[in-house]
């Protein structure tokens, strides 16, 4: 078979009632002998995805290709799907201890991408440590250079009276851990009074996503 002569495509995105995602590519095209498409290509979709497919078959006949068995499921993208893991909360001189608060982490790795979320509330016995502040994140960044490091923004909330400062948290290729630092011309780093006194109608928050 040669080289297409002709080819008009149309791509859908199914998923039905158990999750599990269809992918129908709706081609018509020949080649120049004037023969319809008839090939079946095997891959790993695990390349694209993680651990969480399995080996899929796609089958591409008259100009139509299809995802057999994939594994692929909305799990990957759902709540459900997300994992708790415990951040350490450090200082540079004596770690926080969070007691009675909350430190709420989750993540969820999609292929080779990590997206996840911090949120820590002191409580009345939270011990708030001194020095600046540092947090760790699921895994380490992609990456072997130290010089690069890899941004993850925030904000320190205070619920009484809705004040709001920016953070930052860098974190270098070679390590999961990194500062806080206030995102503004400071630079100046986080501790349990910069850039608010931190109490128990204060949260930190950190989002972000990044490839490890």
Known sequence: MGLCAERRCGCTFQVDDSGAVGITLNATG?????????????????????DNVDNSTLE?????????DAGVTMDKIAHEAWTDYDPQWGATSVNP????????????????????????????????????????????PYGSNTSIVKPFYGNIFVSSTAANASIVLLVRQDSSSGYLFIADSTNARVDSTTPVALSTDTSINITGSFEF
Do not use: M, W
Request: glycine residues 14%.
């Open 30 to 50: 020949t080649g120049d002998s004037g023969d319809p498409y008839v090939v079946t290509v095997t891959t790993d979709l695990a390349d694209l995805l993680g």
């Open 97 to 140: 201890a969070i007691n009675d608060g909350v430190i709420e982490a989750r993540y969820i790795d999609i292929g080779n991408t990590c997206h996840f979320s911090i949120h820590i509330v002191p409580g009345a016995g939270t011990s708030l440590g001194s020095g600046f502040y540092s947090l760790t994140l699921p895994h380490s």
């Open 60 to 68: 591409v006949q008259g100009g139509k290709v299809e995802v057999k």
